[in-house]
């Protein structure tokens, strides 16, 4: 399947990159995708800050399995007001 | 369970220029006994370093989605007639605001009440971030 990947803030630093598509396997959860899309960059998951994720602008768990066009958002830990 | 005669009116904004005086005008209508405001400014201080700006950055569909449903359950918990969100995205100076929330409600208590809640969903909720800028010109992700 492919998705659309959503980065922001730290992590869209960190990965250089605010959207990407990504071909994932069709049983691959957001975890996994996230996991091997770093790893692809050549980010170190390590130096990040904690994340999780949104699937079409909802929280979705991180064994979540998305769908053929899905929009993953990965989220770092919150900061408004 | 209270039944409600008003209208309830919700509104969110991500805006991406400086938060007017009176964001809140127009809110109330003659059943309201109450609006209350929080208005959050970004700080020139933060543990010791001096602070001169912060960029906010969102993710706007979910962020109005998630703000949405923040004003529509702090409605319902509190009965509140109408509650707005002004959030600033884009770099914003200290002293300057970065978010306004206003609710009314037929009586104190429920509008006092329900700023807090709504407030403090929204830093729970609300999928935004913040870059800091301190004097120097060093500047790190909150």
């Known amino acids: 399947m492919t998705i659309e990947l959503l ?9 250089g990159t605010d959207r ?15 996991a091997g899309f770093f790893a692809a960059r050549g980010v170190d998951a390590a130096t990040l800050p904690p994340y999780r994720f949104a699937v079409n602008e909802s929280f979705v768990s991180a064994d979540h399995v998305p769908g053929e066009g899905d929009r993953v958002a990965v989220l770092a830990p919150f900061a408004g007001g | 369970m209270s039944v409600t005669q008003h209208p309830k009116r919700f509104v969110v904004r991500m805006v991406d220029t400086p938060i007017g005086d009176d964001p809140a005008a ?24 001096a602070v001169e700006a ?7 569909e979910m962020a109005e989605r998630e703000m949405l449903a923040v004003l529509r359950a702090a409605a319902a918990r ?18 300057e605001s970065s978010v306004l929330v206003a609710v009314a409600a037929a009586h104190r208590a ?20 913040k870059k800091e800028f301190y004097a120097g010109g060093e500047s790190r992700w909150l």
């Open chain 1, 7 to 15: 980065l922001f803030a730290s992590l869209r630093e960190a990965c």
């Open chain 2, 54 to 60: 912060i960029e906010y950055e969102c993710y706007r």
């Open chain 2, 78 to 95: 509190h009965d509140l007639h109408a509650a707005r969100v002004v959030h600033r995205t884009g770099l914003v100076r200290a002293g």
């Open chain 1, 20 to 34: 990407s598509l990504v071909d994932a396997d069709d049983d691959a959860n957001v975890a996994q995708i996230a």
């Open chain 2, 26 to 49: 127009g809110i109330a209508d003659d059943t309201c006994g109450a609006v209350a405001l929080f208005r959050g400014v970004v700080r020139a201080d933060n543990q010791g370093r």
């Open chain 2, 110 to 129: 429920q509008a006092f009440d329900a700023l807090r809640d709504i407030v403090e969903a929204l830093k729970r909720r609300a999928p935004i971030w």
